[in-house]
Protein backbone atom coordinates (compact mmCIF):
# COMPACT_ATOMS: atom_id res chain seq x y z
CA UNK A 1 0.00 0.00 0.00
CA UNK A 2 1.41 3.40 -1.05
CA UNK A 3 1.89 5.98 1.61
CA UNK A 4 3.37 9.75 2.41
CA UNK A 5 6.15 9.80 4.30
CA UNK A 6 7.77 12.76 6.26
CA UNK A 7 10.94 11.70 8.27
CA UNK A 8 12.52 14.83 10.58
CA UNK A 9 12.18 17.00 8.24
CA UNK A 10 13.01 21.18 8.50
CA UNK A 11 12.78 23.70 6.54
CA UNK A 12 14.75 26.81 6.76
CA UNK A 13 14.61 30.09 5.31
CA UNK A 14 17.38 32.69 5.68
CA UNK A 15 17.16 36.63 5.72
CA UNK A 16 20.83 37.98 6.26
CA UNK A 17 22.05 36.55 9.82
CA UNK A 18 18.38 35.38 10.60
CA UNK A 19 16.73 31.92 10.43
CA UNK A 20 13.18 31.04 10.54
CA UNK A 21 13.09 27.83 10.68
CA UNK A 22 9.31 26.89 9.02
CA UNK A 23 9.28 23.56 9.91
CA UNK A 24 11.48 21.47 12.42
CA UNK A 25 12.00 17.85 12.13
CA UNK A 26 8.20 17.16 11.36
CA UNK A 27 7.73 12.93 11.19
CA UNK A 28 4.59 11.35 10.14
CA UNK A 29 3.12 8.79 7.70
CA UNK A 30 -0.26 8.77 5.65
CA UNK A 31 -1.66 5.73 4.38
CA UNK A 32 -3.61 5.66 0.47
CA UNK A 33 -7.45 5.39 1.49
CA UNK A 34 -7.04 7.58 4.66
CA UNK A 35 -8.58 11.11 5.10
CA UNK A 36 -6.09 13.64 6.13
CA UNK A 37 -6.37 17.32 7.32
CA UNK A 38 -3.16 19.46 7.89
CA UNK A 39 -4.70 22.07 10.20
CA UNK A 40 -2.65 24.90 12.70
CA UNK A 41 -2.67 28.50 12.46
CA UNK A 42 -1.65 30.91 10.32
CA UNK A 43 2.47 30.75 10.24
CA UNK A 44 2.72 27.24 11.67
CA UNK A 45 4.06 25.57 8.54
CA UNK A 46 1.31 24.44 6.46
CA UNK A 47 1.96 25.71 3.17
CA UNK A 48 5.78 25.05 3.37
CA UNK A 49 4.97 21.49 3.93
CA UNK A 50 2.67 21.07 1.48
CA UNK A 51 5.35 23.33 -1.02
CA UNK A 52 7.88 20.18 0.19
CA UNK A 53 5.60 17.41 -0.66
CA UNK A 54 4.61 18.84 -4.43
CA UNK A 55 8.33 19.42 -5.43
CA UNK A 56 7.99 22.91 -5.15
CA UNK A 57 10.72 23.55 -2.60
CA UNK A 58 13.67 21.79 -1.28
CA UNK A 59 14.11 20.48 2.59
CA UNK A 60 17.23 21.56 4.49
CA UNK A 61 17.12 18.36 6.20
CA UNK A 62 15.23 14.55 6.06
CA UNK A 63 13.25 13.13 3.85
CA UNK A 64 10.01 13.15 1.90
CA UNK A 65 8.50 10.06 0.06
CA UNK A 66 5.62 9.07 -1.78
CA UNK A 67 4.95 5.36 -2.08
CA UNK A 68 8.67 4.33 -3.92
CA UNK A 69 9.96 7.85 -4.78
CA UNK A 70 11.84 9.50 -2.44
CA UNK A 71 11.05 13.14 -3.61
CA UNK A 72 14.38 14.68 -1.74
CA UNK A 73 16.65 12.96 -3.84
CA UNK A 74 15.21 13.85 -7.00
CA UNK A 75 17.18 16.42 -9.35
CA UNK A 76 15.45 19.34 -10.79
CA UNK A 77 14.31 17.20 -14.47
CA UNK A 78 13.27 14.62 -11.75
CA UNK A 79 11.60 16.73 -9.68
CA UNK A 80 9.59 18.88 -13.30
CA UNK A 81 8.58 14.82 -14.32
CA UNK A 82 6.85 14.72 -10.53
CA UNK A 83 5.04 17.70 -10.68
CA UNK A 84 4.05 17.08 -14.02
CA UNK A 85 2.58 13.39 -13.68
CA UNK A 86 1.97 12.63 -9.94
CA UNK A 87 1.26 15.66 -8.23
CA UNK A 88 -1.51 18.02 -8.71
CA UNK A 89 -1.98 21.62 -6.89
CA UNK A 90 -4.91 23.59 -6.64
CA UNK A 91 -3.55 27.15 -5.97
CA UNK A 92 -4.93 29.22 -2.93
CA UNK A 93 -4.38 32.31 -5.36
CA UNK A 94 -5.16 31.71 -9.09
CA UNK A 95 -2.02 32.51 -11.54
CA UNK A 96 -3.80 33.32 -14.86
CA UNK A 97 -3.55 35.83 -17.80
CA UNK A 98 -6.38 37.67 -16.89
CA UNK A 99 -6.80 38.33 -20.77
CA UNK A 100 -6.69 34.44 -21.76
CA UNK A 101 -9.84 32.14 -21.60
CA UNK A 102 -9.72 29.62 -18.74
CA UNK A 103 -9.15 27.33 -21.61
CA UNK A 104 -6.18 29.55 -23.11
CA UNK A 105 -4.71 29.78 -19.78
CA UNK A 106 -4.69 25.85 -19.34
CA UNK A 107 -3.50 25.22 -22.70
CA UNK A 108 -0.67 28.26 -22.28
CA UNK A 109 1.42 25.86 -19.74
CA UNK A 110 1.90 22.87 -22.22
Known amino acids: MSQIKFS ?3 R ?7 VIQALNEVSFEVTEG ?4 ILGPSGSGK ?3 LNLLGGMDRVTNGMISIG ?10 ALTEYRRNDIGFVFQFYNII ?7 NIEFVQ
Do not use: C, Q, W
Open 12 to 18: EYHSGNM
Open 68 to 77: DKIVTRLNDS
Open 8 to 10: NVT
Open 47 to 49: STL
Open 34 to 37: TFTV
Open 98 to 104: PNLTAYE
